[in-house]
């Protein structure tokens, strides 16, 4: 009687304990380098001269096209589960909410409300995807550092992006240490009270400086939230940075010491 040789199993897929194939650890790789270089972009992009830093905001809207599709569950083996389509329509929904945010006057303040309850939980979903792609590399090298140096600097990013909404929303919720002044306006800025000003006119660069700043804990002390919204978000990112860098340091600790440990098996 002849025997049957067993069948080759599937690909795991993205969310399968099996680990991932190395065809999609490649594709997630790809995406880690994409990511820190966008991320980079945006950053650098805060420091343009005049009108030119409005070129942050279709940033925003490649950052959340980009994660919606990778981390959606869009790439490799296996069906995506429920979690995956919700988690696309979700960013889908962040990507129409920040167009509407940005195309709108500035008087129209409710629109900044909308930024803040659905932009930061898609984002705080993204790390954890991240995150957890993290977890599933089977040894800790560059490219993976890279993933997790880009989920860092993408907290950063969300945390200015929300707090720009909340200074959206309540007008006045950062003022300089100085000379008591809105930030925001400071440096020939516009009228945020006048109807023919959209939101993307805006500059809102010192407010994403001061979430990094928040979020590294570092606390320069140069501007400062005075309004209830504006300083439980700075709290919160005070406490999400080093938050980030235990679970990631873990995490990958975790991968290194297991990668050692097959080694010296072999």
Same mark, same amino acid.
């Given at each position: 009687?002849?025997?049957?040789?067993?069948?080759?199993?599937?690909?795991?897929?993205?969310?399968?304990? $099996?680990?991932?194939?190395?065809?999609?650890?490649?594709?997630?790789?790809?995406?880690?380098?994409?990511?820190? $270089?966008?991320?980079?972009?945006?950053?650098?992009?805060?420091?343009?001269?005049?009108?030119?830093?409005?070129?942050?905001?279709? *940033?925003?809207?490649?950052?959340?096209?980009?994660?919606?599709?990778?981390?959606?569950?869009?790439?490799?083996?296996?069906?995506?589960?429920?979690?995956?389509?919700?988690?696309?329509?979700?960013?889908? *929904?962040?990507?129409?909410?920040?167009?509407?945010?940005?195309?709108?006057?500035?008087?129209?303040?409710?629109?900044?409300?909308?930024?803040?309850?659905?932009?930061?939980?898609?984002?705080?979903?993204?790390?954890?995807?991240?995150?957890?792609?993290?977890?599933?590399?089977?040894?800790?090298?560059?490219?993976?550092?890279?993933?997790?140096?880009?989920?860092?600097?993408?907290?950063?990013?969300?945390?200015?992006?929300?707090?720009?909404?909340?200074?959206?929303?309540?007008?006045?919720?950062?003022?300089?240490?100085?000379?008591?002044?809105?930030?925001?306006?400071?440096?020939?800025?516009?009228?945020? *009270?006048?109807?023919?000003?959209?939101?993307?006119?805006?500059?809102?660069?010192?407010?994403?400086?001061?979430?990094?700043?928040?979020?590294?804990?570092?606390?320069?002390?140069? @501007? @400062?939230?005075?309004?209830?919204?504006?300083?439980?978000?700075?709290?919160?990112?005070?406490?999400?940075?080093?938050?980030? @860098?235990?679970?990631?340091?873990?995490?990958?600790?975790?991968?290194?010491?297991?990668?050692?440990?097959?080694?010296?098996?072999?």
């Amino acid at each position: 009687m002849a025997i049957r040789s067993p069948r080759p199993s599937p690909d795991p897929g993205p969310h399968s304990l $099996a680990g991932p194939s190395d065809a999609l650890l490649r594709r997630r790789h790809r995406f880690y380098r994409h990511l820190l $270089a966008v991320s980079f972009t945006l950053m650098a992009t805060l420091v343009l001269p005049g009108r030119w830093s409005f070129l942050i905001f279709p *940033g925003y809207l490649l950052l959340t096209a980009m994660v919606s599709v990778e981390l959606g569950g869009a790439v490799g083996g296996g069906d995506p589960r429920p979690a995956d389509h919700l988690y696309r329509w979700l960013g889908a *929904g962040t990507i129409l909410i920040l167009l509407y945010w940005l195309l709108a006057p500035s008087h129209v303040l409710h629109t900044g409300l909308l930024v803040v309850a659905l932009v930061g939980p898609f984002y705080f979903w993204t790390l954890v995807r991240l995150v957890g792609w993290l977890a599933q590399e089977p040894r800790v090298s560059r490219r993976v550092l890279s993933g997790a140096l880009a989920g860092y600097l993408l907290l950063g990013i969300c945390g200015g992006l929300l707090l720009s909404a909340v200074e959206s929303l309540d007008p006045g919720s950062f003022r300089s240490a100085f000379d008591g002044s809105d930030p925001m306006m400071r440096g020939g800025s516009l009228d945020p *009270g006048s109807p023919l000003t959209l939101t993307w006119e805006r500059n809102f660069m010192r407010v994403n400086y001061f979430a990094f700043v928040s979020l590294t804990t570092v606390g320069y002390g140069d @501007i @400062i939230p005075v309004r209830p919204l504006a300083q439980m978000g700075s709290l919160l990112l005070s406490v999400a940075g080093p938050l980030y @860098i235990a679970v990631v340091m873990g995490v990958l600790i975790s991968r290194l010491t297991a990668s050692w440990e097959c080694r010296d098996q072999d």
